[in-house]
Antibody
Framework: QVQLVESGGGVVQPGRSLRLSCAAS????????FHWVRQAPGKGLEWVAL????????YYADSVKGRFTISRDNSKNTLYLQMSSLRAEDTAVYYC?????????????WGQGTLVTVSS | DIVMTQSPLSLPVTPGEPASISCRSS???????????LDWYLQKPGQSPQLLIY???NRASGVPDRFSGSGSGTDFTLEISRVEAEDVGLYYC?????????FGGGTEVEIK
């Protein structure tokens, strides 16, 4: 049973930083790439970042490039998203999501999400 | 970036009747290997999204066979052969031919 459990969301002031975590279980973590996808309140889905299974390659949306860093600790089966210089427009539910084994750019499993609110 | 456009925005459906959602991309999603890099996701009310279709026409594990995906290049369609009440929610297409991955704006399927 694939389980992805996000944590670390909350209310943060503009310009501050926050780190999200995603604990994975039920499968071999280091065999998969992972994504972060976000959804602003009442809005659609926005892809944020992707990391390769071995952590050597990362990709980012232009809206977060230079401010967010995706990383992983394969010894802890955990994915991270370090967010800095946060803006009001970063307010969203952030989903941790697993890349499909056959093609990592397809997302085959999603966590329940964690809400990040950027507000003074 | 590749822009994804879905239609309609809202789709009222009658249970047992078919339904169809269109997704168009600003660039071809057809690779030289023959794959179309287009996925479909369903977000049921209050839930996280779930994968329905990958590579344009492949049903994900556990997805009922009433769901089918078709199309190539820039024009794609998700069809539900006979809508059931549990199919309500927001449907998104997503291109994954290149980064940044981009989603369509979503189509809300509701029961009449």
């Amino acid at each position: 049973q694939v389980q992805l459990v996000e944590s670390g969301g909350g209310v943060v002031q503009p310009g501050r930083s926050l780190r999200l975590s995603c604990a994975a279980s039920g499968f071999i973590f280091n065999g998969y790439g992972f994504h972060w996808v976000r959804q602003a309140p009442g809005k659609g889905l926005e892809w944020v970042a992707l990391i390769w299974s071995d952590g050597t390659v990362t990709y980012y949306a232009d809206s977060v490039k230079g401010r967010f860093t995706i990383s992983r600790d394969n010894s802890k089966n955990t994915l991270y998203l370090q967010m800095s210089s946060l803006r009001a427009e970063d307010t969203a539910v952030y989903y941790c999501a697993r890349g499909y084994s056959g093609y990592a750019f397809t997302i085959d499993s999603w966590g329940q999400g964690t809400l990040v609110t950027v507000s003074s | 970036d590749i822009v994804m456009t879905q239609s309609p925005l809202s789709l009222p459906v009658t249970p047992g009747e078919p339904a169809s959602i269109s997704c168009r991309s600003s660039q071809s999603l057809l690779h030289s290997n023959g794959n179309n890099y287009l996925d479909w996701y369903l977000q049921k009310p209050g839930q996280s999204p779930q994968l329905l279709i990958y590579l344009g026409s492949n049903r994900a594990s556990g997805v009922p066979d009433r769901f089918s995906g078709s199309g190539s290049g820039t024009d794609f369609t998700l069809e539900i052969s006979r809508v059931e009440a549990e199919d309500v929610g927001l449907y998104y297409c997503m291109q994954n031919k290149q980064t940044p991955l981009t989603f369509g704006g979503g189509t809300e399927v509701e029961i009449k």
